[in-house]
Protein backbone atom coordinates (compact mmCIF):
# COMPACT_ATOMS: atom_id res chain seq x y z
CA UNK A 1 0.00 0.00 0.00
CA UNK A 2 1.51 3.64 -0.72
CA UNK A 3 0.92 6.56 1.26
CA UNK A 4 -2.34 7.57 -0.57
CA UNK A 5 -3.79 4.33 0.08
CA UNK A 6 -2.78 4.63 3.42
CA UNK A 7 -4.37 7.95 4.29
CA UNK A 8 -7.69 7.28 3.02
CA UNK A 9 -7.53 3.55 4.70
CA UNK A 10 -6.40 4.67 8.46
CA UNK A 11 -7.58 8.58 8.31
CA UNK A 12 -10.75 8.78 5.67
CA UNK A 13 -8.57 11.78 3.89
CA UNK A 14 -8.52 11.35 -0.26
CA UNK A 15 -5.67 13.76 -0.46
CA UNK A 16 -2.73 15.43 1.63
CA UNK A 17 -2.83 19.04 2.99
CA UNK A 18 -0.20 21.35 1.61
CA UNK A 19 3.26 19.98 3.01
CA UNK A 20 1.96 16.78 4.50
CA UNK A 21 3.55 15.05 1.41
CA UNK A 22 7.10 17.18 1.22
CA UNK A 23 7.88 16.05 4.34
CA UNK A 24 6.38 12.32 3.80
CA UNK A 25 8.15 12.00 1.27
CA UNK A 26 11.55 13.36 2.66
CA UNK A 27 10.85 10.94 5.85
CA UNK A 28 10.43 7.99 3.12
CA UNK A 29 14.17 8.95 1.32
CA UNK A 30 15.73 8.87 5.01
CA UNK A 31 15.51 12.70 4.89
CA UNK A 32 15.75 14.15 8.69
CA UNK A 33 12.44 16.65 8.73
CA UNK A 34 11.62 19.83 10.88
CA UNK A 35 8.11 20.79 10.42
CA UNK A 36 6.68 23.89 11.53
CA UNK A 37 3.39 23.83 11.44
CA UNK A 38 0.11 25.48 13.21
CA UNK A 39 -2.46 23.69 15.72
CA UNK A 40 -4.77 21.40 13.81
CA UNK A 41 -2.38 21.55 10.47
CA UNK A 42 -2.47 17.86 10.50
CA UNK A 43 1.62 17.40 11.82
CA UNK A 44 0.67 13.94 13.24
CA UNK A 45 -0.26 12.20 9.57
CA UNK A 46 3.33 13.93 8.76
CA UNK A 47 5.23 11.19 10.69
CA UNK A 48 2.37 8.76 11.07
CA UNK A 49 2.06 7.72 7.47
CA UNK A 50 5.18 7.23 7.04
CA UNK A 51 5.50 5.14 10.11
CA UNK A 52 3.54 2.52 8.00
CA UNK A 53 5.81 2.49 5.33
CA UNK A 54 9.02 1.99 7.04
CA UNK A 55 9.90 -1.75 8.15
CA UNK A 56 10.78 -1.00 11.34
CA UNK A 57 9.39 0.77 14.92
CA UNK A 58 8.76 4.60 15.09
CA UNK A 59 9.15 6.34 18.35
CA UNK A 60 7.29 9.42 19.28
CA UNK A 61 8.88 11.11 22.39
CA UNK A 62 5.84 13.14 23.66
CA UNK A 63 5.84 15.53 26.68
CA UNK A 64 2.55 14.26 28.30
CA UNK A 65 0.84 11.47 29.50
CA UNK A 66 -2.69 12.81 28.43
CA UNK A 67 -1.73 13.38 24.65
CA UNK A 68 0.50 10.14 24.30
CA UNK A 69 -2.92 8.68 25.63
CA UNK A 70 -4.95 10.68 23.05
CA UNK A 71 -2.73 9.51 20.26
CA UNK A 72 -2.52 5.82 20.90
CA UNK A 73 -6.45 5.97 21.60
CA UNK A 74 -7.00 7.71 18.12
CA UNK A 75 -4.69 5.21 16.31
CA UNK A 76 -6.20 1.85 17.58
CA UNK A 77 -9.40 2.81 17.10
CA UNK A 78 -8.34 3.44 13.33
CA UNK A 79 -7.13 0.20 13.37
CA UNK A 80 -3.54 0.78 14.11
CA UNK A 81 -1.14 -1.03 16.49
CA UNK A 82 0.53 1.78 18.64
CA UNK A 83 1.72 1.72 22.50
CA UNK A 84 2.71 4.27 24.74
CA UNK A 85 5.23 4.23 27.74
CA UNK A 86 4.90 6.39 30.44
CA UNK A 87 4.60 6.70 34.39
CA UNK A 88 1.14 5.49 34.15
CA UNK A 89 1.33 1.90 33.61
CA UNK A 90 2.79 -0.65 35.99
CA UNK A 91 6.42 -2.23 35.09
CA UNK A 92 4.93 -5.54 34.00
CA UNK A 93 2.69 -3.56 31.93
CA UNK A 94 5.67 -1.59 30.16
CA UNK A 95 7.54 -4.69 29.82
CA UNK A 96 4.23 -6.70 28.29
CA UNK A 97 3.91 -3.33 25.83
CA UNK A 98 8.13 -3.54 25.15
CA UNK A 99 8.09 -7.56 24.08
CA UNK A 100 5.34 -6.75 22.24
CA UNK A 101 6.89 -4.35 20.41
CA UNK A 102 9.72 -6.69 19.89
CA UNK A 103 7.38 -9.18 18.30
CA UNK A 104 6.34 -6.39 15.69
CA UNK A 105 2.67 -6.38 17.17
CA UNK A 106 3.43 -2.51 17.67
CA UNK A 107 4.63 0.21 15.04
CA UNK A 108 4.70 2.94 16.88
CA UNK A 109 5.35 3.33 20.41
CA UNK A 110 5.06 6.97 22.43
CA UNK A 111 7.46 7.60 25.40
CA UNK A 112 8.33 10.70 27.49
CA UNK A 113 11.68 11.73 27.51
CA UNK A 114 12.33 10.66 30.94
CA UNK A 115 11.78 7.12 29.72
CA UNK A 116 14.57 7.35 27.20
CA UNK A 117 17.05 7.39 30.33
CA UNK A 118 15.73 4.03 31.97
CA UNK A 119 17.81 0.61 31.24
CA UNK A 120 14.99 -1.58 30.27
CA UNK A 121 13.85 0.75 26.98
CA UNK A 122 17.25 1.54 26.13
CA UNK A 123 17.87 -1.99 26.00
CA UNK A 124 15.17 -2.47 23.86
CA UNK A 125 15.84 0.17 21.33
CA UNK A 126 19.31 -0.88 20.90
CA UNK A 127 17.71 -4.22 20.48
CA UNK A 128 14.79 -3.39 17.97
CA UNK A 129 14.56 -2.12 14.15
CA UNK A 130 13.97 1.60 14.74
CA UNK A 131 13.69 3.09 11.60
CA UNK A 132 12.42 7.06 12.62
CA UNK A 133 12.74 8.79 16.05
CA UNK A 134 10.20 11.54 16.44
CA UNK A 135 10.01 14.58 18.83
CA UNK A 136 6.58 16.05 19.26
CA UNK A 137 6.29 19.51 20.53
CA UNK A 138 9.73 20.02 20.14
CA UNK A 139 10.21 24.17 20.90
CA UNK A 140 10.35 21.76 24.34
CA UNK A 141 14.16 21.71 23.14
CA UNK A 142 15.00 25.01 23.17
CA UNK A 143 16.21 27.28 26.09
CA UNK A 144 14.36 30.27 23.90
CA UNK A 145 11.10 28.31 23.86
CA UNK A 146 8.26 29.47 26.76
CA UNK A 147 8.07 25.28 27.40
CA UNK A 148 11.41 24.70 27.84
CA UNK A 149 12.01 21.26 29.58
CA UNK A 150 15.39 19.78 30.74
CA UNK A 151 14.33 16.28 30.21
CA UNK A 152 14.18 17.23 26.48
CA UNK A 153 18.17 17.47 26.12
CA UNK A 154 17.82 13.14 26.92
CA UNK A 155 16.55 12.73 23.41
CA UNK A 156 20.10 13.64 22.39
CA UNK A 157 22.39 11.38 24.11
CA UNK A 158 19.80 8.13 23.86
CA UNK A 159 20.03 8.78 19.95
CA UNK A 160 23.95 8.26 20.13
CA UNK A 161 23.15 5.38 22.12
CA UNK A 162 21.54 3.64 19.70
CA UNK A 163 23.41 1.09 17.04
CA UNK A 164 21.95 2.60 14.08
CA UNK A 165 20.55 6.42 13.42
CA UNK A 166 17.46 6.47 12.82
CA UNK A 167 15.67 9.06 10.61
CA UNK A 168 14.46 12.14 12.99
CA UNK A 169 11.58 14.20 12.51
CA UNK A 170 11.00 16.70 14.89
CA UNK A 171 7.24 18.82 14.86
CA UNK A 172 6.07 22.08 16.58
CA UNK A 173 2.94 24.62 16.22
CA UNK A 174 5.02 27.63 17.82
CA UNK A 175 8.65 28.35 16.90
CA UNK A 176 10.45 31.75 16.12
CA UNK A 177 13.56 31.87 14.03
CA UNK A 178 15.54 31.45 17.75
CA UNK A 179 13.59 28.13 18.53
CA UNK A 180 13.56 26.76 15.15
CA UNK A 181 17.66 27.10 15.22
CA UNK A 182 17.95 25.53 18.24
CA UNK A 183 15.55 22.78 17.37
CA UNK A 184 18.07 21.74 14.47
CA UNK A 185 21.20 22.19 16.43
CA UNK A 186 20.46 20.33 19.62
CA UNK A 187 18.88 17.47 18.23
CA UNK A 188 21.77 17.79 15.20
CA UNK A 189 18.94 17.26 12.82
CA UNK A 190 21.33 16.22 9.11
CA UNK A 191 20.56 18.60 6.31
CA UNK A 192 16.99 18.60 7.22
CA UNK A 193 13.98 19.43 4.82
CA UNK A 194 12.54 22.17 6.95
CA UNK A 195 8.78 23.23 6.01
CA UNK A 196 6.87 26.29 7.65
CA UNK A 197 3.49 26.26 6.24
CA UNK A 198 2.54 29.54 8.32
CA UNK A 199 1.17 29.89 11.11
CA UNK A 200 -2.30 31.22 9.87
CA UNK A 201 -5.32 29.56 11.27
CA UNK A 202 -8.08 30.38 9.12
CA UNK A 203 -10.58 29.08 10.38
CA UNK A 204 -10.00 30.87 13.98
CA UNK A 205 -11.65 34.19 14.69
CA UNK A 206 -9.50 36.20 17.00
CA UNK A 207 -10.90 39.29 19.64
CA UNK A 208 -9.70 41.48 22.50
CA UNK A 209 -13.00 42.39 24.78
CA UNK A 210 -12.31 44.80 27.87
CA UNK A 211 -15.84 44.17 29.69
CA UNK A 212 -16.33 45.87 33.00
CA UNK A 213 -17.34 42.78 34.49
CA UNK A 214 -15.42 39.47 32.87
CA UNK A 215 -17.76 36.78 35.04
CA UNK A 216 -20.82 38.48 33.32
CA UNK A 217 -19.25 38.46 30.10
CA UNK A 218 -17.82 34.34 30.67
CA UNK A 219 -21.40 33.77 31.93
CA UNK A 220 -23.13 35.01 29.11
CA UNK A 221 -20.71 33.71 26.49
CA UNK A 222 -21.28 29.92 27.92
CA UNK A 223 -24.47 30.52 28.46
CA UNK A 224 -25.27 31.23 24.55
CA UNK A 225 -22.91 28.17 23.57
CA UNK A 226 -25.10 25.50 25.72
CA UNK A 227 -24.11 22.55 23.27
CA UNK A 228 -20.66 23.56 22.88
CA UNK A 229 -17.25 23.03 24.29
CA UNK A 230 -14.46 25.27 25.08
CA UNK A 231 -11.87 26.19 27.48
CA UNK A 232 -11.76 29.30 30.12
CA UNK A 233 -7.50 30.05 30.79
CA UNK A 234 -6.86 31.38 34.16
CA UNK A 235 -3.66 33.13 35.02
CA UNK A 236 -3.91 32.11 38.78
CA UNK A 237 -5.03 29.15 40.81
CA UNK A 238 -7.63 31.38 42.56
CA UNK A 239 -9.08 32.72 39.55
CA UNK A 240 -9.72 30.01 38.50
CA UNK A 241 -11.76 28.30 41.34
CA UNK A 242 -13.37 31.29 41.65
CA UNK A 243 -14.59 31.42 38.42
CA UNK A 244 -15.30 27.71 38.60
CA UNK A 245 -17.88 28.25 41.65
CA UNK A 246 -19.96 31.06 39.83
CA UNK A 247 -20.89 28.71 37.26
CA UNK A 248 -21.52 26.52 39.53
CA UNK A 249 -24.18 28.54 40.89
CA UNK A 250 -25.11 29.15 37.52
CA UNK A 251 -26.06 25.52 36.83
CA UNK A 252 -23.32 25.46 34.13
CA UNK A 253 -21.85 21.89 34.17
CA UNK A 254 -17.57 22.78 34.31
CA UNK A 255 -14.33 21.40 35.58
CA UNK A 256 -11.55 22.71 36.62
CA UNK A 257 -7.98 21.93 36.59
CA UNK A 258 -4.96 23.72 37.90
CA UNK A 259 -1.65 22.20 39.48
CA UNK A 260 -2.89 22.84 43.37
CA UNK A 261 -5.54 20.08 42.69
CA UNK A 262 -4.86 16.48 43.82
CA UNK A 263 -3.86 14.15 40.57
CA UNK A 264 -7.43 12.20 41.19
CA UNK A 265 -9.27 15.32 40.98
CA UNK A 266 -7.57 16.32 38.01
CA UNK A 267 -7.58 13.55 35.89
CA UNK A 268 -11.09 13.49 36.60
CA UNK A 269 -11.63 16.94 35.50
CA UNK A 270 -9.83 16.27 32.27
CA UNK A 271 -11.50 13.04 31.58
CA UNK A 272 -14.84 14.86 32.44
CA UNK A 273 -14.30 17.58 29.67
CA UNK A 274 -12.55 14.94 26.89
CA UNK A 275 -15.64 12.74 26.92
CA UNK A 276 -17.92 15.54 26.94
CA UNK A 277 -19.46 14.97 30.10
CA UNK A 278 -18.43 18.84 31.10
CA UNK A 279 -17.94 20.72 27.97
CA UNK A 280 -16.51 23.61 30.05
CA UNK A 281 -13.22 23.30 31.12
CA UNK A 282 -11.79 26.74 33.62
CA UNK A 283 -7.99 25.82 34.15
CA UNK A 284 -4.66 27.75 34.37
CA UNK A 285 -1.97 27.28 31.24
CA UNK A 286 -0.99 23.58 33.06
CA UNK A 287 -4.10 22.54 31.30
CA UNK A 288 -2.40 23.32 27.79
CA UNK A 289 -0.02 21.30 25.66
CA UNK A 290 -1.69 17.61 26.09
CA UNK A 291 -5.06 18.62 24.84
CA UNK A 292 -5.97 17.43 21.43
CA UNK A 293 -9.76 17.50 21.83
CA UNK A 294 -10.76 18.29 18.50
CA UNK A 295 -14.41 19.93 18.83
CA UNK A 296 -13.10 22.73 20.95
CA UNK A 297 -15.28 25.47 19.79
CA UNK A 298 -13.87 28.09 21.81
CA UNK A 299 -11.36 29.17 24.08
CA UNK A 300 -11.13 32.10 26.43
CA UNK A 301 -8.70 33.91 28.70
CA UNK A 302 -10.08 35.26 31.05
CA UNK A 303 -6.60 37.29 32.05
CA UNK A 304 -3.54 38.32 29.59
CA UNK A 305 -1.12 35.58 29.12
CA UNK A 306 2.69 36.25 29.28
CA UNK A 307 3.56 35.94 25.82
CA UNK A 308 2.03 35.59 22.54
CA UNK A 309 4.04 32.04 22.20
CA UNK A 310 1.78 31.30 25.38
CA UNK A 311 -1.37 32.14 23.97
CA UNK A 312 -1.46 30.95 20.70
CA UNK A 313 -0.79 27.91 21.56
CA UNK A 314 -3.52 28.18 24.34
CA UNK A 315 -5.92 29.53 21.58
CA UNK A 316 -5.04 26.52 18.92
CA UNK A 317 -6.58 24.25 21.08
CA UNK A 318 -10.63 25.85 19.61
CA UNK A 319 -11.02 24.44 15.91
CA UNK A 320 -8.53 21.81 15.64
CA UNK A 321 -10.94 19.85 13.25
CA UNK A 322 -11.02 22.69 11.07
CA UNK A 323 -14.19 23.85 11.96
CA UNK A 324 -14.98 27.43 12.72
CA UNK A 325 -14.02 28.33 16.42
CA UNK A 326 -13.63 31.54 18.86
CA UNK A 327 -10.43 32.42 20.56
CA UNK A 328 -11.82 35.89 22.74
CA UNK A 329 -9.15 37.41 25.47
CA UNK A 330 -10.76 39.78 28.20
CA UNK A 331 -8.15 42.36 28.92
CA UNK A 332 -7.81 44.39 31.64
CA UNK A 333 -4.21 46.73 33.12
CA UNK A 334 -4.10 44.97 35.76
CA UNK A 335 -3.66 41.58 33.88
CA UNK A 336 -0.20 43.56 32.98
CA UNK A 337 0.64 43.91 36.73
CA UNK A 338 -0.54 39.79 37.91
CA UNK A 339 1.76 38.55 34.89
CA UNK A 340 4.83 40.84 36.61
CA UNK A 341 3.88 39.84 39.48
CA UNK A 342 4.20 36.18 38.49
CA UNK A 343 6.94 36.85 36.47
CA UNK A 344 8.95 38.32 39.32
CA UNK A 345 7.75 35.34 41.49
CA UNK A 346 9.36 32.63 38.95
CA UNK A 347 11.91 29.94 40.73
CA UNK A 348 15.15 30.99 38.38
CA UNK A 349 16.18 27.65 37.10
CA UNK A 350 19.23 25.62 38.47
CA UNK A 351 22.62 25.88 36.53
CA UNK A 352 22.50 29.24 34.74
CA UNK A 353 24.59 32.17 35.61
CA UNK A 354 23.58 35.61 36.51
CA UNK A 355 24.10 37.09 32.98
CA UNK A 356 21.97 34.08 31.58
CA UNK A 357 19.40 34.74 34.28
CA UNK A 358 19.06 38.86 33.59
CA UNK A 359 19.16 37.93 29.64
CA UNK A 360 15.94 35.14 30.51
CA UNK A 361 14.16 38.16 32.21
CA UNK A 362 14.67 40.21 29.55
CA UNK A 363 13.49 38.19 27.24
CA UNK A 364 10.71 37.48 29.31
CA UNK A 365 9.41 41.14 30.06
CA UNK A 366 10.00 41.44 25.91
CA UNK A 367 7.22 38.86 25.39
CA UNK A 368 5.13 40.29 28.15
CA UNK A 369 5.04 43.64 26.13
CA UNK A 370 4.12 42.13 22.85
CA UNK A 371 1.49 40.42 24.65
CA UNK A 372 0.10 43.72 25.81
CA UNK A 373 0.27 45.57 22.75
CA UNK A 374 -1.54 43.46 21.16
CA UNK A 375 -4.15 43.71 23.79
CA UNK A 376 -4.26 47.48 23.11
CA UNK A 377 -3.91 47.44 18.91
CA UNK A 378 -6.56 48.71 17.35
CA UNK A 379 -5.15 47.09 13.68
CA UNK A 380 -6.14 43.68 12.71
CA UNK A 381 -5.50 41.20 15.00
CA UNK A 382 -4.78 38.47 13.14
CA UNK A 383 -1.84 40.48 11.06
CA UNK A 384 0.21 41.19 14.60
CA UNK A 385 0.12 37.71 15.69
CA UNK A 386 1.81 36.58 11.97
CA UNK A 387 3.79 39.62 11.93
CA UNK A 388 5.27 38.57 15.93
CA UNK A 389 5.99 34.84 14.22
CA UNK A 390 7.82 36.48 11.37
CA UNK A 391 5.33 36.34 8.45
CA UNK A 392 3.37 39.08 6.14
CA UNK A 393 -0.72 38.80 6.58
CA UNK A 394 -3.37 41.02 4.86
CA UNK A 395 -3.94 44.11 7.14
CA UNK A 396 -7.22 43.27 7.33
CA UNK A 397 -8.57 39.60 7.87
CA UNK A 398 -12.24 40.43 8.44
CA UNK A 399 -12.30 37.62 11.32
CA UNK A 400 -10.83 39.14 13.65
CA UNK A 401 -13.10 41.74 16.44
CA UNK A 402 -10.81 44.67 15.19
CA UNK A 403 -11.57 44.45 11.69
CA UNK A 404 -15.04 43.80 12.14
CA UNK A 405 -15.66 47.27 14.89
CA UNK A 406 -16.00 50.57 13.45
CA UNK A 407 -13.61 53.39 15.45
CA UNK A 408 -13.67 57.00 15.44
CA UNK A 409 -10.51 59.30 15.18
CA UNK A 410 -9.93 61.92 17.56
CA UNK A 411 -6.56 64.55 16.99
CA UNK A 412 -4.93 64.26 20.14
CA UNK A 413 -1.50 65.77 19.58
CA UNK A 414 -1.98 68.56 22.14
CA UNK A 415 -2.85 65.94 24.55
CA UNK A 416 -0.02 63.98 23.44
CA UNK A 417 2.08 67.02 24.25
CA UNK A 418 1.20 67.41 27.38
CA UNK A 419 1.97 63.42 28.06
CA UNK A 420 5.37 64.22 26.66
CA UNK A 421 5.90 67.29 28.74
CA UNK A 422 5.43 65.34 31.88
CA UNK A 423 7.27 62.13 31.45
CA UNK A 424 10.00 65.19 30.70
CA UNK A 425 8.95 67.29 33.91
CA UNK A 426 9.30 64.01 36.27
CA UNK A 427 12.30 63.46 33.96
CA UNK A 428 11.72 60.25 33.08
CA UNK A 429 11.44 58.37 36.75
CA UNK A 430 7.79 56.63 36.51
CA UNK A 431 5.85 53.81 34.71
CA UNK A 432 2.01 54.60 32.45
CA UNK A 433 -0.21 54.15 35.92
CA UNK A 434 2.03 57.11 37.74
CA UNK A 435 2.29 59.14 34.57
CA UNK A 436 -1.35 58.79 33.83
CA UNK A 437 -2.87 59.41 37.71
CA UNK A 438 -0.95 62.81 37.56
CA UNK A 439 -1.92 63.97 34.35
CA UNK A 440 -5.34 63.37 34.92
CA UNK A 441 -4.97 64.87 38.57
CA UNK A 442 -5.60 61.92 40.59
CA UNK A 443 -5.31 61.82 44.71
CA UNK A 444 -4.15 58.27 45.03
CA UNK A 445 -1.94 57.35 47.83
CA UNK A 446 0.41 55.73 46.27
CA UNK A 447 0.95 59.44 43.91
CA UNK A 448 0.70 61.37 47.35
CA UNK A 449 3.80 59.50 48.34
CA UNK A 450 5.29 59.97 45.06
CA UNK A 451 4.51 63.89 45.57
CA UNK A 452 3.06 63.85 42.00
CA UNK A 453 0.47 67.15 42.56
CA UNK A 454 4.16 69.07 43.33
CA UNK A 455 4.39 68.90 39.33
CA UNK A 456 3.02 71.62 36.84
CA UNK A 457 1.81 68.55 34.86
CA UNK A 458 0.10 67.11 38.16
CA UNK A 459 -4.11 67.83 36.36
CA UNK A 460 -3.19 69.14 32.78
CA UNK A 461 -5.27 66.44 30.94
CA UNK A 462 -7.96 66.33 33.77
CA UNK A 463 -10.88 66.57 31.21
CA UNK A 464 -9.69 62.97 29.80
CA UNK A 465 -10.30 59.59 32.23
CA UNK A 466 -7.70 57.93 33.25
CA UNK A 467 -8.00 54.77 31.48
CA UNK A 468 -8.18 57.63 28.39
CA UNK A 469 -4.41 58.77 28.92
CA UNK A 470 -3.73 55.04 29.27
CA UNK A 471 -5.11 54.54 25.74
CA UNK A 472 -3.25 57.41 24.15
CA UNK A 473 0.18 56.59 25.84
CA UNK A 474 -0.06 52.93 24.34
CA UNK A 475 -1.04 54.32 21.18
CA UNK A 476 2.27 56.41 21.40
CA UNK A 477 4.41 53.45 22.18
CA UNK A 478 3.00 51.60 19.44
CA UNK A 479 3.66 53.86 17.11
CA UNK A 480 7.28 54.51 18.48
CA UNK A 481 6.57 58.30 19.79
CA UNK A 482 7.35 56.87 23.94
CA UNK A 483 9.15 53.65 24.49
CA UNK A 484 10.03 51.82 27.67
CA UNK A 485 12.79 50.62 29.53
CA UNK A 486 13.33 46.91 29.79
CA UNK A 487 12.75 46.07 33.59
CA UNK A 488 9.73 45.37 35.73
CA UNK A 489 9.50 48.99 36.49
CA UNK A 490 8.73 49.42 32.74
CA UNK A 491 9.20 53.33 32.92
CA UNK A 492 8.52 55.77 30.09
CA UNK A 493 10.91 57.25 28.09
CA UNK A 494 10.75 60.05 25.42
CA UNK A 495 12.26 58.59 22.29
CA UNK A 496 13.66 61.45 19.61
CA UNK A 497 10.70 61.36 17.56
CA UNK A 498 8.70 62.89 20.26
CA UNK A 499 10.03 66.15 19.41
CA UNK A 500 7.78 66.82 16.46
CA UNK A 501 4.68 66.24 18.61
CA UNK A 502 6.00 68.25 21.36
CA UNK A 503 6.36 71.21 18.72
CA UNK A 504 3.26 69.93 17.33
CA UNK A 505 5.05 69.11 13.50
CA UNK A 506 3.66 66.02 13.74
CA UNK A 507 0.07 65.21 14.74
CA UNK A 508 -1.04 61.65 16.60
CA UNK A 509 -4.75 60.74 16.11
CA UNK A 510 -6.18 58.71 18.23
CA UNK A 511 -8.44 55.59 17.27
CA UNK A 512 -11.06 54.28 19.97
CA UNK A 513 -14.61 51.98 19.21
CA UNK A 514 -17.53 53.75 18.41
CA UNK A 515 -19.21 51.70 20.66
CA UNK A 516 -17.85 48.78 23.43
CA UNK A 517 -20.24 45.96 23.85
CA UNK A 518 -20.59 44.62 26.86
CA UNK A 519 -22.46 41.49 25.66
CA UNK A 520 -21.03 38.33 23.65
CA UNK A 521 -24.38 38.86 21.96
CA UNK A 522 -24.02 42.31 20.98
CA UNK A 523 -20.78 41.75 19.08
CA UNK A 524 -20.70 42.17 15.46
CA UNK A 525 -22.14 39.35 13.42
CA UNK A 526 -19.73 36.55 12.05
CA UNK A 527 -18.58 36.81 9.16
CA UNK A 528 -19.15 34.43 6.13
CA UNK A 529 -15.35 32.70 7.10
CA UNK A 530 -16.93 32.41 10.45
CA UNK A 531 -19.91 29.69 9.26
CA UNK A 532 -20.39 26.97 11.95
CA UNK A 533 -22.49 24.40 11.18
CA UNK A 534 -25.95 25.86 12.35
CA UNK A 535 -24.79 28.13 8.95
CA UNK A 536 -24.43 24.97 6.96
CA UNK A 537 -27.41 23.17 8.22
CA UNK A 538 -30.90 23.41 7.94
CA UNK A 539 -33.21 22.76 10.41
CA UNK A 540 -33.58 19.26 9.46
CA UNK A 541 -29.48 18.88 8.60
CA UNK A 542 -29.57 20.26 12.07
CA UNK A 543 -31.71 17.80 13.72
CA UNK A 544 -30.13 14.63 11.81
CA UNK A 545 -26.39 16.15 13.16
CA UNK A 546 -27.53 15.92 16.68
CA UNK A 547 -28.65 12.43 15.95
CA UNK A 548 -25.56 11.53 14.66
CA UNK A 549 -23.94 13.66 17.78
CA UNK A 550 -25.70 11.44 20.27
CA UNK A 551 -24.81 7.99 18.88
CA UNK A 552 -21.54 9.02 18.82
CA UNK A 553 -21.51 9.26 22.49
CA UNK A 554 -23.38 6.19 22.49
CA UNK A 555 -20.25 4.29 20.78
CA UNK A 556 -17.71 6.21 22.17
CA UNK A 557 -18.85 5.01 25.72
CA UNK A 558 -18.96 1.64 24.77
CA UNK A 559 -15.52 1.68 22.87
CA UNK A 560 -14.04 3.88 26.46
CA UNK A 561 -12.65 6.65 24.26
CA UNK A 562 -13.50 10.33 23.48
CA UNK A 563 -16.44 10.81 21.30
CA UNK A 564 -14.16 12.86 19.17
CA UNK A 565 -11.89 9.79 18.18
CA UNK A 566 -15.43 7.91 16.63
CA UNK A 567 -15.87 10.98 14.52
CA UNK A 568 -14.71 14.94 14.58
CA UNK A 569 -17.98 17.37 14.57
CA UNK A 570 -16.82 18.04 11.14
CA UNK A 571 -16.97 14.64 9.66
CA UNK A 572 -20.99 14.17 10.91
CA UNK A 573 -21.35 17.84 9.23
CA UNK A 574 -19.90 15.96 6.04
CA UNK A 575 -22.49 12.83 6.98
CA UNK A 576 -25.36 15.45 6.73
CA UNK A 577 -24.10 17.46 3.65
CA UNK A 578 -23.84 13.76 1.74
CA UNK A 579 -26.24 11.89 3.14
CA UNK A 580 -24.74 8.59 2.16
CA UNK A 581 -26.84 5.49 1.90
CA UNK A 582 -24.27 2.91 1.03
CA UNK A 583 -20.65 2.15 1.75
CA UNK A 584 -19.15 3.63 -1.03
CA UNK A 585 -21.08 6.96 -0.29
CA UNK A 586 -19.80 6.93 3.67
CA UNK A 587 -16.45 6.09 2.49
CA UNK A 588 -16.37 9.84 0.37
CA UNK A 589 -17.32 11.55 4.21
CA UNK A 590 -14.18 12.97 5.11
CA UNK A 591 -12.50 11.20 7.76
CA UNK A 592 -14.13 8.03 7.52
CA UNK A 593 -11.63 5.33 6.26
CA UNK A 594 -12.34 1.73 5.41
CA UNK A 595 -11.25 0.66 9.22
CA UNK A 596 -13.55 2.93 10.56
CA UNK A 597 -16.43 2.20 8.65
CA UNK A 598 -15.42 -1.47 9.19
CA UNK A 599 -16.13 -0.81 12.57
CA UNK A 600 -18.91 1.73 12.73
CA UNK A 601 -19.59 2.49 9.35
CA UNK A 602 -23.07 0.55 9.24
CA UNK A 603 -24.26 1.93 12.68
CA UNK A 604 -24.08 5.66 11.47
CA UNK A 605 -25.14 4.53 7.58
CA UNK A 606 -28.29 2.45 9.70
CA UNK A 607 -29.41 6.19 12.15
CA UNK A 608 -29.23 7.62 8.59
CA UNK A 609 -31.72 5.91 6.71
CA UNK A 610 -34.09 5.61 9.89
CA UNK A 611 -34.13 9.35 10.31
CA UNK A 612 -34.50 9.70 5.83
CA UNK A 613 -36.41 6.97 5.26
CA UNK A 614 -34.29 6.44 2.70
CA UNK A 615 -35.54 9.34 1.17
CA UNK A 616 -32.86 11.65 -0.61
CA UNK A 617 -33.22 15.56 0.56
CA UNK A 618 -31.24 18.45 0.69
CA UNK A 619 -30.18 19.02 4.40
CA UNK A 620 -27.79 22.16 3.87
CA UNK A 621 -28.07 25.58 3.01
CA UNK A 622 -27.05 27.36 -0.22
CA UNK A 623 -25.02 25.08 -3.33
CA UNK A 624 -23.37 22.34 -3.14
CA UNK A 625 -20.51 24.34 -5.12
CA UNK A 626 -20.40 26.86 -1.63
CA UNK A 627 -19.66 24.17 0.55
CA UNK A 628 -15.83 23.78 0.58
CA UNK A 629 -15.75 26.98 1.56
CA UNK A 630 -18.04 27.25 4.04
CA UNK A 631 -17.00 24.29 5.51
CA UNK A 632 -13.48 24.71 5.47
CA UNK A 633 -10.68 22.45 4.43
CA UNK A 634 -8.32 22.44 6.95
CA UNK A 635 -8.43 18.96 8.96
Same mark, same amino acid.
Given at each position: M??S?I ?6 Y ?7 EL ?7 GRD????M ?5 K ?10 L??I ?18 N???I??A?I ?5 E ?6 L ?10 I ?24 TV???H???Q ?6 P ?11 LP????L??F????T ?8 C?L??QDP????T???R ?5 A?E???? !? +????T??? #??? &???S ?6 T /?K?T ?8 AQ???A?R?HA ?10 Q??F???K ?6 T????M?I ?17 E ?15 AE??LL?S ?11 D? !? +? ?6 ? #??? &??I ?5 LRL /?A??S?C?T?G?L?E?I ?5 E ?11 C??E?EET???K??SK?I?G ?7 Y?I???A ?10 L?EYG????E ?6 HLR ?5 A???Q?I? +? ?6 N?K?S ?5 A ?6 HES??V ?9 E ?5 P?Q???R??K ?6 R??E?FE?L????T ?6 S ?5 I?S ?8 V ?7 E???V ?9 R ?5 L??IR ?7 EK ?6 G?L ?5 R??
Amino acid at each position: MDKSGILKKYFGYSGFRPGQELLIDSILSGRDVLGIMPTGAGKSICYQVPALLLPGITLIISPLISLMKDQVQALNQAGIHAAYINSSLSESQISKALRLARAGQYKMIYAAPERLETYEFLQFACESDISMLTVDEAHCISQWGQDFRPSYLNIVQFIRRLPKRPVLSAFTATATENVKEDIACVLGLQDPQVLVTGFDRKNLYFAVETPRK !K +ESFVTGYI #QQH &AQESGIIYCAT /RKNTDMLYEKLLAQGIAAARYHAGLGAGERMQSQEDFIYDKKPVMIATNAFGMGIDKSNVRYVIHYNMPQSLENYYQEAGRAGRDGEPAECILLYSSQDVMINRFLLDS !K +EPGAGYTP #QEL &ADIRERDELRL /RAMTSYCTTTGCLREYILRYFGETGKNRCENCLNCAREYEETDVTKEASKIIEGILEVRQRYGINVIAGMLAGETRAKLREYGVSDYESYGSLQHLRETDIKAIISQMIA +EGLLSTTNDKYSLLRVPAAAMDVLHESRPVIWKRVKASPEKAQDRPKQSGSRMRKSDILNSRGLELFERLRALRTETAREESVPPYIIFSDKTLVDMCVKVPFEKSEMLQVTGVGTNKYERFGERFLAAIRDYTGGVREKYYFGDAGELPAARGRSR
